[in-house]
């Protein structure tokens, strides 16, 4: 692989660090200006002024040049949190909303999460792959190139390992790398809602261990919510997923204080995301575990909900937070990380600088991915993204656009805007 050096660049604007950022440190961004990057095998080899990159590696006459055109790069973005193996659609359930339905009530007449579970179920392996790439490849325009991917619309074993199946196809040759999570417990199928204990056992003592088996998953997920699945139930699939070798991360207090903060801090898990209705106790657990609050701003935007995840409350508890799409097609249909950070910033109260670490290196870290991707710095993975804009700002102030110029993934232009 040619060298690529990336010039001509406004700014370079980053996190640094291979660990969460929290608190005050959750908005240092390090805003290079004039600087240059050099990409070798696949990696970050330099980040500085032009002067000292010919210094130390002379003019690369073979390298391979993206030229900045006075734009600013910043990490690939790092979405954790998206449930991208699903069939169907859902706009009339949307319809629905926008004449005064909640989604609670579209839930409980059999729409919601059980209205994709039956198109998911019928559509075959190959129809998936097909879906989940197209939703990979408009996340790569919109800049992200890593992202995790959740099963949760199958709710059997056949069915949660075929989306599983799905998610390791779709991103064998793509730039867009996927991190796959197993969400059996995303909700009660009919055909367990007299003995919704034999669902919680069938996950546990047959799906888990199977996708374990097959090596499909690298995290275990759980919707612990008021009308899902309990704590209680929720620790029990958890604790199922760490002996097969699946760390815990979890949907927590979204509609109503459910305990779930508190569960992920007991467990340790990587994350715990939504928390819209965390409660304080809620909120001073998250701060003494190091779990990650993956807040998902487009979720409560897209079921035009007032109420948004305390994210101030949460950054000042010394929580640290990381962004995501929620990319699913019932309660956040969108692949826009971009749309996310805008979000944040106007709904959730981040800083720009707040929100691009919590797109990129506090989303890689809630991944455990913090030493290889989500920053701009020497020694990490060369996941870039080129702006068309003169400087970090702009990433919010000049909204409603798509941004991105450029992708680069593992050193490599894997996207250009036309």
């Known amino acids: 692989m040619p060298d690529l050096l990336i010039h001509d660049l406004a700014e370079v604007a980053t996190p640094e660090g291979t660990s969460p950022r929290r608190g005050a440190d959750q908005r240092r961004v390090s805003r290079l200006r004039g600087a240059e990057v050099l990409c070798r095998d696949g990696r970050i080899a330099f980040v500085g002024e032009p002067g000292e990159r010919r210094r130390l590696f002379g003019e690369l006459p073979e390298a391979e040049r993206l030229d900045g055109r006075g734009g600013t790069l910043i990490p690939g973005f790092v979405d954790p949190h998206t449930h991208l ?27 919601g999460i059980l209205s994709t579970v039956a198109s998911t179920r019928r559509a075959s392996e ?21 992202a995790e991917a959740k099963s949760g619309y199958g709710l059997n074993r056949d069915d949660e390992l075929k989306q599983l199946r799905a998610i390791r196809r779709a991103t064998a040759d793509h730039p867009v790398d996927l991190v796959p999570t197993l969400l059996a417990a995303h909700e009660v199928p009919p055909e ?5 204990g034999r669902f919680v056992d069938l996950i546990c003592d047959e799906i888990v261990p199977a996708t ?17 699945f309990s704590a209680a139930e929720s620790r029990r699939v958890l604790a199922a997923g760490v002996r097969h070798g699946l760390s815990p991360r979890l949907h927590a207090d979204e509609f109503a204080d459910s305990g779930g903060a508190e569960l992920a ?18 909120i001073e657990a998250l701060a003494g575990s190091g779990v990650t609050a993956v807040l ?11 109420r948004y995840a305390p994210a101030r409350r949460l950054i000042e508890a010394g929580v640290p937070v990381a962004l995501a799409t929620d990319c699913n097609p019932g309660s956040s249909h969108t692949e826009s990380m971009p749309m996310v ?3 944040a910033v106007f709904e959730l109260g981040l800083t720009i600088e707040e929100s691009l670490t919590a797109a990129t290196l506090n989303s890689a870290c809630s991944l455990g991915q913090g030493g290889e991707i989500g920053s701009v710095e020497a020694g990490k ?8 804009a003169p400087n970090l700002l702009h990433l919010v102030y000049h909204y409603g656009i798509n941004p991105v110029a450029a992708v680069v993934k593992a050193g490599r232009v894997v996207r250009r805007a036309v």
């Open 85 to 111: 193996p699903w069939a169907g659609t859902r706009e009339e359930e949307f319809a629905a909303r926008l004449a005064g339905r909640t989604y609670q009530e579209i839930a409980a007449a059999g729409g």
């Open 126 to 146: 190959d129809e998936l792959v097909a879906n989940v790439r197209r939703r990979m490849d408009l996340m790569l325009a919109w800049g992200t190139t890593t």
């Open 192 to 196: 367990f809602r007299q003995d919704r």
């Open 212 to 228: 374990a088996e097959a090596g499909l998953a690298r995290f275990c997920d759980v919707f612990c919510e008021t009308g899902v």
């Open 265 to 282: 801090a007991e467990l340790g898990a990587l994350s715990a995301d939504h928390l819209m209705a965390v409660s304080p106790a809620g």
């Open 296 to 306: 998902l701003p487009g979720t409560s935007f897209f079921l035009m909900k007032h």
């Open 341 to 343: 950070v805008v979000l």
């Open 381 to 388: 993975r060369a996941d870039l993204v080129l702006l068309d």
